[in-house]
């Protein structure tokens, strides 16, 4: 019994600590400005009961043909990189507990970009606030009586358009569903995806029970982000079998709601 109440306790800290930290968040989450927007703005909202410091900074992310997200080291530079292509205002913020407050973005290099979505991260620090005393006598409480340390992060994906993608869009795909002896939940699906747009593509991938062309049919569904540094992906999805009760299924892609591959597929 006093294991359990250990094991108990263990897992409440974990959650509450989770909780704890994760108490800021922006409105949207991604941020997109389209090639006919030159400015657009993020909201940070502080959901703590205690004022913090945030600081904001560009930082580039890049993904690899797997579809996995990294960041750069700072010296690093790669030909999709938005950190030349924008600015943002402010770059620090103190925000009392409940408060929010706005971050403006604007696009800063507006000619001579080749057309593509170019992206980069904005890296939100929170910071805890301390009071400075000292000895013998107490600070005033301002700027200069405040020190901060770092307590967390989160990155925020921001992408800017130049021009518009043609269409279609030059997309091209190739799957392969298949059951994995070393698992048996699940069936895999692996995708090669090309993209020769030099945009971002953010992706839909149902299966359907019926030949509907409907995702109220759907009996599986994955939401994939095609970068554009990437031109050809690489990628496995698991489909929990317990979802799979028939043979046939029509695979459907879609590219912002418009269908872009649609075909019957046989699971065995």
């Keep these: 019994m006093n294991k359990m109440k250990i094991l108990y306790f263990l897992f409440f800290m974990l959650i509450f600590s989770h909780t704890s930290y994760a108490n800021f968040y922006t409105t949207p989450n991604k941020i997109q400005l389209n090639s006919d927007q030159n400015v657009t703005t993020v909201y940070l909202v502080n959901q703590s009961d205690k004022a913090y410091a945030f600081v904001i900074k560009a930082v580039d992310f890049k993904m690899n043909e797997k579809g996995k997200i990294k960041p750069l080291e700072s010296e690093h530079y790669f030909s999709f990189s938005a950190k030349d292509k924008i600015k943002f205002l402010p770059k620090a913020l103190k925000l009392s507990p409940h408060e929010r407050g706005a971050i403006k973005i604007i696009r800063s290099k507006r000619h001579n970009v080749d057309p593509g979505s170019y992206h980069v991260h904005l890296n939100i620090q929170r910071k805890a606030l301390f009071q400075k ?14 020190h901060i340390e770092v307590e967390y992060d989160i990155n925020v994906p921001l992408f800017i358009d130049y021009d518009k993608p043609k269409k279609p869009p030059e997309l091209s795909f190739a799957h392969r569903i298949y059951a994995d002896p070393k698992d048996k939940d699940h069936y895999k699906i692996a995708l090669h995806i090309k993209n020769k747009t030099r945009f971002l593509e953010r992706l839909e991938v149902s299966l359907l029970n019926t030949d509907s062309r409907s995702t109220y049919d759907e009996v599986w569904h994955s939401k994939i982000s095609a970068y554009p540094e990437v031109p050809e992906l690489n990628l496995t ?3 929990p079998r317990s979802q799979i009760n028939q043979q046939d299924f029509w695979l459907m892609i879609q590219d912002n709601g418009k269908i872009i591959k649609y075909e019957k597929v046989t699971i065995h």
């Design 133 to 146: 005393t000292a000895k013998g006598s107490p600070i005033r409480q301002n700027k200069t009586a405040m």
């Design 237 to 239: 999805k698991k489909i």
